[in-house]
């Protein structure tokens, strides 16, 4: 999921039942008003299910015991924005959270790696995506499936982002047909 689509994810989006998340917005903020709600998604491709997996699953299990704890022991200084109530990921208190603070605090990370003599890259959220990207394609899923998970409008974008993934699977897949040209 993208960073804004995370965000913006509410208990109703998780269907813990058929384990699917459900993506239906991305987090925003408009500046000038200084206001921030979920919107729709840009296109419909955006708008999508993901199979949830089970590690997944018991992560938002947790999250989401943990947090009624904190609303029942918290009472009336759980605050959350009216735009965004019943959000996953939130702050102690209740407040659903910020992109930018999410960035900010992943680089604190990398410093103190990078501080400690560890050579470490930096990261952003979307790292997480592309990784999870390139490796669900160098462990076999069609690109096309891929397509659809990541909420790409086209095969195009996915191949043009994921392709440096292909030419190892190129050989591989060529091997399938050593045997039919003898």
Request: net charge positive; with cysteine.
């Given at each position: 999921?993208?960073?804004?689509e995370k965000c913006a994810l509410q208990w109703q989006d998780i269907?813990?039942?058929?384990?699917?998340?459900?993506?239906?917005?991305?987090?925003?903020?408009?500046?000038?008003?200084?206001?921030r709600f979920k919107d729709s998604p840009k296109t419909s491709k955006?708008?999508?299910?993901?199979?949830?997996?089970?590690?997944?699953?018991?992560?938002?299990?947790?999250?989401?015991?943990?947090?009624?704890?904190?609303?029942?022991?918290?009472?009336?200084?759980?605050?959350?924005?009216?735009?965004?109530?019943?959000?996953?990921?939130?702050?102690?208190?209740?407040?659903?959270?910020?992109?930018?603070?999410?960035?900010?605090?992943?680089?604190?990370?990398?410093?103190?790696?990078?501080?400690?003599?560890?050579?470490?890259?930096?990261?952003?959220?979307?790292?997480?995506?592309?990784?999870?990207?390139?490796?669900?394609?160098?462990?076999?899923?069609?690109?096309?499936?891929?397509?659809?998970?990541?909420?790409?409008?086209?095969?195009?974008?996915?191949?043009?982002?994921?392709?440096?993934?292909?030419?190892?699977?190129?050989?591989?897949?060529?091997?399938?047909?050593?045997?039919?040209?003898?």
């Amino acid at each position: 999921m993208r960073i804004g689509e995370k965000c913006a994810l509410q208990w109703q989006d998780i269907d813990f039942k058929n384990k699917l998340l459900k993506v239906r917005g991305t987090l925003v903020y408009l500046r000038d008003d200084k206001k921030r709600f979920k919107d729709s998604p840009k296109t419909s491709k955006n708008t999508r299910d993901i199979p949830m997996l089970d590690n997944v699953e018991q992560l938002l299990k947790k999250r989401k015991k943990n947090q009624l704890q904190s609303i029942i022991l918290l009472g009336d200084k759980w605050k959350t924005e009216d735009s965004l109530k019943d959000i996953v990921f939130t702050y102690d208190t209740g407040g659903a959270m910020w992109l930018s603070a999410i960035r900010v605090d992943m680089k604190k990370i990398v410093d103190k790696i990078n501080d400690a003599d560890i050579e470490f890259e930096k990261i952003t959220p979307h790292t997480f995506r592309h990784t999870f990207a390139t490796r669900g394609l160098e462990r076999g899923i069609p690109s096309k499936v891929m397509q659809t998970i990541l909420g790409h409008t086209s095969l195009a974008m996915t191949m043009d982002l994921y392709s440096h993934v292909l030419p190892n699977t190129k050989a591989e897949e060529m091997q399938k047909l050593s045997g039919l040209f003898k």
